[in-house]
Structure formats: structure tokens, C-alpha cells
């Protein structure tokens, strides 16, 4: 059980070195393997980094983007693109001193639970090798088409049980 304290607020410009660092610390095993030298990695990641954040800005310019907060310090980010239709969460990530600490746990039941009452799914892409795979699927998420190196997965709050007199259980994860 999470006992921590988890807070959000809204990015901004002042953010992007964590940011960095942050996208930084996803990519370590995957630049863990390449026998490049520190500098050429360096170089990589910030050119990686920087088309990201283009992407996002130009694919999902009225997302919310967030800092992650817990107990007050900065631990990841949160990218929600929400539509009529669904809850798409572009973007969640945590440096790895905050990760399998029960945060990304919070913040995606916080989003069933906004699914839940708003009739919305919630979608994302997720590498078919990600460790967080096994999180999303353990929380009800499931695999909806295989994209070759990333996969699509979706929580859909019709599949939230039901007791005998038709009331959800729970919209929780």
C-alpha cells in the first residue's frame, strides 16, 4: 500500500532538465547495451528526447502535462490526452528510485475511477518489453493490437464488475 504522498502540477519550461533526466533514466538498460562512448549516448538521448517532446506538443497539444510529486519531490511524469471517447495516458514514467513504490498503482486507479464515471476507456502504448506490462496488465488492461515493438493496450469500464443488482463493485484498477 502506497503510503506516500502523490501530487501533480502542470509542466512548465523550468521542467525540461528533469524531464531530460527523467527520459534519460527509461532509456539506461537500452544504452546500457550499446558500446557507444558516454558522449555519443549523451548526444542520442538529447536528440531522442528533444523529438519526443515535439511529438507530444504536435500529436497531443491539449494534453494535460504533469510533474509527478512524491512526498515533494519530483519522481516522473504524467501525459493524459483526453477525448469524448477515451482517456489516453501518452505518457508515464518515474525515475527509478520511485518506481514499484505503488505511484503509477494511484495515479491509473485515479484515472479508472475517472473512466468509470465518464464512460471512457483508457488506451496507451506500451514496449512489448517494458517491465510495466505486467502492472498494466494486472490492473485490467489488456492487449488490443500488437504494433510490432509496442503494443496498444486499453482498460474499459464496461469489463468493471457487477453485483447482482447491476452496481459496479468498484471502478477501481
Known amino acids: 500500500m502506497l503510503n506516500r504522498r502523490v501530487t501533480l502540477r502542470d509542466e512548465v519550461p523550468e521542467d525540461k532538465a528533469f524531464l531530460y533526466r527523467l527520459y534519460a533514466s527509461t532509456r539506461e538498460a537500452e544504452m546500457n547495451m550499446v558500446p557507444w562512448p558516454q558522449e555519443q549516448k549523451d548526444e542520442f538521448l538529447k536528440m531522442q528526447f528533444e523529438l519526443q517532446t515535439a511529438h507530444y506538443r504536435q500529436h497531443f497539444a491539449d494534453a494535460s502535462f504533469q510533474i509527478i510529486f512524491c512526498d515533494g519531490d519530483d519522481a516522473g511524469r504524467l501525459c493524459v490526452h483526453r477525448t469524448r471517447h477515451e482517456i489516453r495516458v501518452v505518457d508515464i514514467a518515474l525515475l527509478p528510485e520511485f518506481r514499484n513504490a505503488g505511484i503509477a498503482t494511484k495515479l491509473l486507479n485515479e484515472l479508472a475511477d475517472e473512466g468509470g464515471i465518464t464512460g471512457r476507456k483508457i488506451t496507451m502504448h ?27 493496450v486499453e482498460w474499459n469500464p464496461s469489463a468493471v464488475p457487477k453485483n447482482a443488482v447491476g452496481e459496479e463493485v468498484s471502478a477501481n484498477l
Not at 505486467?134 to 496498444?152: H, N, P, S
Request: aromatic share 14%; no cysteine.
Open 126 to 152: 506500451v514496449l512489448r518489453e517494458s517491465p510495466a506490462l505486467r502492472l498494466y496488465q494486472r490492473l485490467g488492461f489488456t492487449v488490443t493490437e500488437d504494433k510490432g515493438v509496442y503494443l496498444f
